[in-house]
């Protein structure tokens, strides 16, 4: 089953255990594993008929769906590495990453046929959804036109795994991509070491899975034999708590801007859907704000998990809710087989509770480099996050911020995350982002950006004010610039960069 790679192999094994189950439901339907492992195997003789072999690199740009699935496995099953490209790509980062890769065809939504126009034109595409309303080219073949009338029989091995390249969120630059070659049957252990899963049930996947969170979890969601619920191919809340009251999901996969976006509905609107069959709320990818937390397990059926973790190192560690109701923006600790290191500047190792360091994890997944050859700094075997955080003396681990957004004001230190979270739980502001700009005299002051709600008198001394009252005054933002939106990326990280660059009058 390994030499399948990470995907196939599981799609395959759950196939061969429980076919029956239900696997996904999307706009077209439901396939039980039986299907899907059937239908990807006419899919992969499609795509070998269309030229790929075992060895070459494809691009995929898709949205969650049946096309997805099916591509993934049938990549798998020849052998051929799938880059999983980020469906908020501008044609720039298309173009930069689908060359870095080099690849050799794309696999993507009609949604998306704007964005081949960043690529050379004899790079062959196949379309893996098509929406009737969208102009494509109608001689581009569908996942759908290659499979027809081809053998659903199992195909023979490849010599080596494809694998997967899954892209870094690109938070700080091009994302990068990290290598992903084999089954990890160790991912599983280590998330039903903290997390219940649940088995043979359903899940409410509404995080991408170009993206390493609901990659994983979409994975593990396969290996336990539950159906997967996609139907929206773009978020939206409220159809996710109406697919949770319907399907009775037991698991929901989000990234913590669609938890947030979920509890910004109304109350009404909220307490309209019966979400008790909810068990698990996985939420990870970046921090979520305490009020957001409390509220998720009020709200939510007590469910929510928050995962810390990285593209390159999978899982580090995991809050319960027992723990957020300890500690709301605890990240929680370390699950079965994960050790977890802080190191000082000068990379001594801290042991004791409540000093900040560089949190290092002993890389159980085994990331070597990135695909353009950079690598993560290494002590003892111990890989760094790039995170910053600390461990209070009950063992519970906090995550202060990246290690490259931390600001030196006047010397003292500043995590630009507990500024944003203070200034965002304001009832008269949306959300709020921090930066250091260079200053003469401290290095480097705060600027807040601060995006109002429809009551702010839009008043910079009261904000301001407002921070002085709860935080360490060189924590206080010198200046505040209003906005009405935040740069994100497609997975609602906010990105620092454009912040940075963004020329600001006097
Ligand atoms: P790039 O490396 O391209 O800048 P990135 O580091 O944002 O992108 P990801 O691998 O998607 O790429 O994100 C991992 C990072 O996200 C972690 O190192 C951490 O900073 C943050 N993160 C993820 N989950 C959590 C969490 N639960 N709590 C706090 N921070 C988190």
Same mark, same amino acid.
């Given at each position: 089953?390994?030499?399948?790679?990470?995907?196939?192999?599981?799609?395959?094994?759950?196939?061969?255990?429980?076919?029956?189950?239900?696997?996904?439901?999307?706009?077209?339907?439901?396939?039980?594993?039986?299907?899907?492992?059937?239908?990807?195997?006419?899919?992969?003789?499609?795509?070998?008929?269309?030229?790929?072999?075992?060895?070459?690199?494809?691009?995929?740009?898709?949205?969650?769906?049946?096309?997805?699935?099916?591509? =993934?496995? &049938?990549?798998? *099953?020849? @052998?051929?590495?799938?880059? #999983?490209?980020?469906?908020?790509?501008?044609? +720039?980062?298309? $173009?930069?990453?689908?060359?870095?890769?080099?690849?050799?065809?794309?696999?993507?939504?009609?949604?998306?046929?704007?964005?081949?126009?960043?690529?050379?034109?004899?790079?062959?595409?196949?379309?893996?959804?098509?929406?009737?309303?969208?102009?494509?080219?109608?001689?581009?073949?569908?996942?759908?036109?290659?499979?027809?009338?081809?053998?659903?029989?199992? =195909?023979? &091995?490849?010599? *080596?795994? @494809?694998?997967?390249?899954? #892209?870094?969120?690109?938070?700080?630059?091009? +994302?990068?991509? $990290?290598?992903?070659?084999?089954?990890?049957?160790?991912?599983?252990?280590?998330?039903?070491?903290?997390?219940?899963?649940?088995?043979?049930?359903?899940?409410?996947?509404?995080?991408?899975?170009?993206?390493?969170?609901?990659?994983s979890q979409f994975g593990v969601g396969l290996?336990?034999?539950?159906?997967?619920?996609?139907?929206?191919?773009?978020?939206?809340?409220?159809?996710?708590?109406?697919?949770?009251?319907?399907?009775?999901?037991?698991?929901?996969?989000?990234?913590?801007?669609?938890?947030?976006?979920?509890?910004?509905?109304?109350?009404?609107?909220?307490?309209?859907?019966?979400?008790?069959?909810?068990?698990?709320?996985?939420?990870?990818?970046?921090?979520?704000?305490?009020?957001?937390?409390?509220?998720?397990?009020?709200?939510?059926?007590?469910?929510?998990?928050?995962?810390?973790?990285?593209?390159?190192?999978?899982?580090?560690?995991?809050?319960?809710?027992?723990?957020?109701?300890?500690?709301?923006?605890?990240?929680?600790?370390?699950?079965?087989?994960?050790?977890?290191?802080?190191?000082?500047?000068?990379?001594?190792?801290?042991?004791?509770?409540?000093?900040?360091?560089?949190?290092?994890?002993?890389?159980?997944?085994?990331?070597?480099?990135?695909?353009?050859?950079?690598?993560?700094?290494?002590?003892?075997?111990?890989?760094?996050?790039?995170?910053?955080?600390?461990?209070?003396?009950?063992?519970?681990?906090?995550?202060?911020?990246?290690?490259?957004?931390?600001?030196?004001?006047?010397?003292?230190?500043?995590?630009?995350?507990?500024?944003?979270?203070?200034?965002?739980?304001?009832?008269?502001?949306?959300?709020?982002?921090?930066?250091?700009?260079?200053?003469?005299?401290?290095?480097?002051?705060?600027?807040?950006?601060?995006?109002?709600?429809?009551?702010?008198?839009?008043?910079?001394?009261?904000?301001?004010?407002?921070?002085?009252?709860?935080?360490?005054?060189?924590?206080?933002?010198?200046?505040?610039?209003?906005?009405?939106?935040?740069?994100?990326?497609?997975?609602?990280?906010?990105?620092?960069?454009?912040?940075?660059e963004m020329e600001i009058g006097e």
């Amino acid at each position: 089953v390994s030499r399948f790679g990470p995907f196939a192999g599981i799609v395959m094994h759950t196939a061969q255990t429980r076919p029956d189950n239900p696997a996904l439901v999307d706009e077209r339907g439901q396939l039980t594993f039986g299907e899907v492992e059937a239908l990807s195997n006419q899919v992969a003789r499609g795509l070998a008929a269309h030229g790929l072999r075992e060895g070459d690199v494809v691009a995929l740009l898709a949205r969650d769906h049946r096309g997805t699935v099916l591509a =993934l496995s &049938a990549l798998g *099953k020849l @052998g051929v590495r799938a880059v #999983l490209m980020n469906t908020g790509f501008a044609k +720039p980062q298309f $173009a930069d990453v689908a060359a870095r890769e080099k690849i050799k065809a794309v696999l993507h939504d009609s949604e998306f046929v704007e964005l081949m126009s960043a690529i050379p034109a004899e790079i062959p595409r196949i379309l893996t959804w098509v929406d009737e309303s969208d102009n494509v080219d109608p001689s581009i073949p569908t996942l759908d036109s290659i499979a027809a009338g081809r053998s659903p029989d199992q =195909l023979a &091995a490849p010599q *080596k795994p @494809g694998g997967m390249v899954i #892209l870094t969120s690109g938070t700080t630059g091009t +994302p990068k991509g $990290a290598p992903r070659e084999k089954v990890s049957p160790f991912i599983t252990a280590q998330l039903v070491d903290r997390i219940p899963l649940p088995r043979n049930s359903t899940m409410v996947v509404a995080a991408p899975i170009f993206h390493a969170t609901g990659l994983s979890q979409f994975g593990v969601g396969l290996a336990l034999g539950n159906r997967m619920i996609f139907q929206q191919r773009r978020f939206d809340p409220e159809q996710t708590l109406a697919n949770i009251e319907r399907y009775r999901a037991e698991a929901l996969v989000v990234v913590p801007t669609m938890l947030q976006r979920i509890l910004d509905l109304p109350t009404e609107t909220l307490g309209r859907y019966d979400v008790s069959s909810l068990k698990v709320i996985f939420a990870a990818g970046s921090a979520i704000p305490g009020d957001v937390v409390t509220r998720a397990l009020d709200h939510l059926n007590n469910s929510l998990y928050n995962v810390y973790g990285s593209t390159e190192c999978a899982v580090i560690s995991v809050a319960t809710p027992e723990d957020l109701r300890l500690a709301p923006d605890t990240a929680g600790k370390p699950p079965v087989g994960i050790r977890i290191r802080l190191y000082d500047e000068n990379r001594q190792e801290i042991t004791a509770p409540n000093v900040p360091g560089t949190i290092f994890i002993d890389n159980p997944h085994g990331f070597k480099a990135y695909t353009d050859g950079r690598t993560k700094e290494t002590i003892d075997g111990f890989m760094s996050s790039g995170d910053v955080g600390h461990f209070d003396s009950r063992g519970l681990l906090f995550v202060d911020g990246r290690d490259d957004d931390m600001i030196v004001s006047g010397g003292e230190n500043v995590f630009p995350q507990e500024v944003e979270f203070l200034i965002a739980n304001r009832h008269d502001v949306l959300e709020a982002a921090v930066i250091g700009v260079d200053d003469r005299d401290f290095g480097k002051r705060l600027r807040a950006f601060v995006v109002p709600g429809p009551d702010s008198k839009r008043d910079a001394e009261e904000i301001k004010e407002f921070v002085k009252t709860n935080l360490a005054r060189y924590k206080v933002p010198r200046e505040v610039v209003f906005l009405d939106e935040l740069p994100r990326n497609a997975t609602g990280k906010l990105l620092r960069k454009p912040l940075q660059e963004m020329e600001i009058g006097e």
